[in-house]
């Protein structure tokens, strides 16, 4: 069974940055693409960005693009999220998932982390 913990959440000013990791157990990670995914209360969760199996790849939602940079360092099992430019509407819990059919859309990923809180304060 693969695990996936997500860390490095927190509050932030808009306008500020932060990085998220998802460190994942197994030894099949390096094989299949990764993703992140965030959801606020009250709503569905939403595409972030997601990478391919070798970082060769990389995918972002509209509202994301030019702020956020998706990155995986295979040899420790971990990807990573830089934030940067928040905004209040960035604010929700993130969560990253692993081993997709289409990286676009969550009911297609096998494995999911707990996610980690992300506010931005205006």
């Known amino acids: 069974q693969v695990r996936q913990v997500e860390s490095g959440g927190g509050l932030v000013q808009a306008g500020g940055s932060l990085r998220l990791s998802c460190a994942a157990s197994?030894?099949?990670?390096?094989?299949?693409?990764m993703g992140w995914f965030r959801q606020a209360p009250g709503q569905e969760r939403e595409f972030v960005a997601a990478?391919?199996?070798?970082?060769?790849?990389?995918y972002y939602a509209d509202s994301v693009k030019g702020r956020f940079t998706i990155s995986r360092d295979n040899a420790k099992n971990t990807v990573y999220l830089q934030m940067s430019n928040l905004k209040p509407e960035d604010t929700a819990v993130y969560h990253c998932?692993?081993?997709?059919?289409?990286?676009?859309?969550?009911?297609?990923?096998?494995?999911w982390g707990q996610g980690t809180q992300v506010t931005v304060s205006s």
């Open positions: 998932a692993g081993n997709p059919g289409s990286v676009y859309s969550a009911t297609g990923y096998t494995y």
């Open positions: 197994g030894r099949t990670f390096s094989t299949y693409a």
């Open positions: 990478i391919s199996w070798s970082g060769g790849s990389t």
